[in-house]
């Protein structure tokens, strides 16, 4: 593993993909984790990552399964993979691909877990009322402001955390997000957002910009024009963030106000292409999951529309209509 052939072979991809694939750092990191780990494997069969063959991939696979790693993380390794030695072939430093005809495990698809409408509404109320008192702190203000777009706007927590001031167009209601892959996106934001921006962008901020120009030294430009700051004048991290999502309830975190924010627009008639484009997602599949989520209001729109639904109201027309039956009969 330590080879310094195979570690510059790692290092090679690692720049593929964050170069031409365009994937985030963190996700670069789990992939290099993963190969690192097949790497490994395969010295135990005196074996190296441009020699591997299918019945290396199929062991390593079997390798995981018996070791309690679960059908997911087993196929997000083979996906590593297959994607890994697709780079090799169109690179032509193999000449047959090992991952072929191999399958992946059959997962389960685990449904989002998110908050009921009453729980967000508690608790983004708390957090107003924390940044609405007179003598709220830039740090309440900014809290709030954060809570209120990781819900309006189903921001992942990466992509709060990387905003900046001049992604925001608070005047016409949305923010210029960059997503996974640095994909960009506009997404549209609910009044309670932006009043709650507004007000963190002229009373909170500054004071905590203040702060980090009057640090020694003070912060690269770059850090400096991040949306939200610590109280050291800081980019807050996703850890951060994290902790702040559950210090404020603590059954929430900031992938459930996503999936929360999904799925009550699902719940209140939102179709599925609007929501993709919303979360940006890549593929309509991934958005699909939340019409599970929604099956009170889905029975409710058959029984109100399909000609065989229990008990639907006659309309108007309708009645007239079956007077007008009867009297020809």
């Given at each position: 593993m330590d080879s310094p052939r195979t570690l510059a072979l790692l290092k090679e991809h690692q720049a593929y993909l964050r170069v031409e694939k365009g994937l985030r750092p963190l996700t670069c990191e789990a992939y290099l984790g993963d190969l690192k780990t097949f790497a490994e494997f395969l010295e135990g069969r005196n074996a190296v990552l441009l020699m591997a063959v299918q019945q290396d991939v199929a062991g390593f696979l079997e390798h995981l399964r018996n070791h309690g790693i679960d059908s997911r993380s087993v196929a997000r390794k083979l996906s590593c993979l297959r994607g890994f030695y697709k780079w090799l072939l169109l690179d032509r430093r193999?000449?047959?691909?090992?991952t072929v005809n191999i399958e992946s495990p059959k997962t389960w698809k685990v449904l989002p877990k998110s908050l009921a409408e009453p729980e967000v509404a508690e608790m983004l109320a708390r957090a107003g009322m924390a940044a609405s008192h007179p003598q709220a702190k830039a740090t309440a203000l900014r809290d709030s402001a954060i809570l209120e777009l990781l819900y309006a706007g189903g921001l992942r927590v990466s992509e709060v955390t990387a905003l900046s001031t001049s992604d925001l167009v608070l005047d016409a209601g949305r923010v210029h997000v960059r997503g996974k892959g640095d994909k960009e996106r506009i997404v549209p934001l609910g009044c309670t957002a932006v009043?709650?921006?507004?007000?963190?962008?002229?009373?909170?901020?500054?004071?905590?910009?203040?702060?980090s120009t009057a640090r020694k030294g003070g912060a690269p430009s770059d850090?400096?024009?991040?949306?939200?700051?610590?109280?050291?004048?800081?980019?807050?991290t996703r850890q951060w963030i994290w902790r702040l999502v559950k210090n404020a309830d603590n059954?929430?975190?900031?992938?459930?106000?996503?999936?929360?924010?999904?799925?009550?627009?699902?719940?209140h008639g939102a179709d599925l292409r609007s929501v993709q484009l919303l979360l940006g997602h890549a593929d309509i599949s991934t958005t699909q999951v939340y019409t599970h989520l929604a099956l009170g209001?889905?029975?409710a729109v058959h029984q109100m529309h399909h000609p065989r639904g229990a008990r639907r109201p006659v309309e108007e027309g309708e009645e007239l209509l079956l007077e007008a039956v009867e009297v020809i009969a």
């Amino acid at each position: 593993m330590d080879s310094p052939r195979t570690l510059a072979l790692l290092k090679e991809h690692q720049a593929y993909l964050r170069v031409e694939k365009g994937l985030r750092p963190l996700t670069c990191e789990a992939y290099l984790g993963d190969l690192k780990t097949f790497a490994e494997f395969l010295e135990g069969r005196n074996a190296v990552l441009l020699m591997a063959v299918q019945q290396d991939v199929a062991g390593f696979l079997e390798h995981l399964r018996n070791h309690g790693i679960d059908s997911r993380s087993v196929a997000r390794k083979l996906s590593c993979l297959r994607g890994f030695y697709k780079w090799l072939l169109l690179d032509r430093r193999i000449h047959h691909d090992p991952t072929v005809n191999i399958e992946s495990p059959k997962t389960w698809k685990v449904l989002p877990k998110s908050l009921a409408e009453p729980e967000v509404a508690e608790m983004l109320a708390r957090a107003g009322m924390a940044a609405s008192h007179p003598q709220a702190k830039a740090t309440a203000l900014r809290d709030s402001a954060i809570l209120e777009l990781l819900y309006a706007g189903g921001l992942r927590v990466s992509e709060v955390t990387a905003l900046s001031t001049s992604d925001l167009v608070l005047d016409a209601g949305r923010v210029h997000v960059r997503g996974k892959g640095d994909k960009e996106r506009i997404v549209p934001l609910g009044c309670t957002a932006v009043s709650a921006l507004e007000v963190y962008l002229r009373e909170g901020r500054p004071h905590l910009e203040r702060i980090s120009t009057a640090r020694k030294g003070g912060a690269p430009s770059d850090l400096r024009a991040r949306l939200f700051l610590s109280l050291r004048g800081m980019p807050l991290t996703r850890q951060w963030i994290w902790r702040l999502v559950k210090n404020a309830d603590n059954s929430a975190s900031p992938h459930k106000l996503r999936h929360s924010c999904a799925t009550h627009m699902v719940e209140h008639g939102a179709d599925l292409r609007s929501v993709q484009l919303l979360l940006g997602h890549a593929d309509i599949s991934t958005t699909q999951v939340y019409t599970h989520l929604a099956l009170g209001r889905l029975k409710a729109v058959h029984q109100m529309h399909h000609p065989r639904g229990a008990r639907r109201p006659v309309e108007e027309g309708e009645e007239l209509l079956l007077e007008a039956v009867e009297v020809i009969a």
